[in-house]
């Protein structure tokens, strides 16, 4: 399988939409068992999801709690260089 299908049917699980054609759950099951960037990108489309699920639903979670979350994970992205304090 192709890690582009493999991908375009897990983006499609996670949102309860039926696999692309001639795609079979098993089919994605092994493709993931056996290739670290599609079991990876995976991951992160889960990740990503539950994060909007928790904007989407703000009482059930403190909003506290939410918001140092979504700083974590923005935080692997872009080096906290931006204190406002001169790198000299
Ligand atoms: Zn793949």
């Known amino acids: 399988m192709h890690c582009s299908v493999s991908r375009t049917a ?8 039926c696999l692309p054609e001639g ?3 098993q089919a994605v099951r092994e493709h ?3 290739c670290v960037e ?9 990740r990503l ?6 904007v989407a639903q703000p009482e059930s ?9 979504l700083r974590r994970a923005g935080r ?3 080096p906290s260089t931006d204190t406002g304090r ?3």
């Open 10 to 17: 897990l983006s499609a699980r996670l949102d309860g939409e």
């Open 61 to 69: 979670e403190p909003t506290g709690a939410l918001l140092e979350r």
């Open 32 to 34: 993931l068992a056996g």
């Open 76 to 78: 692997t992205e872009r």
């Open 49 to 54: 999801r539950s994060l909007f699920q928790d």
């Open 86 to 88: 001169p790198d000299a």
């Open 38 to 46: 599609c079991s990876r990108w995976d991951r992160k489309a889960r």
């Open 23 to 25: 795609v079979t759950d």
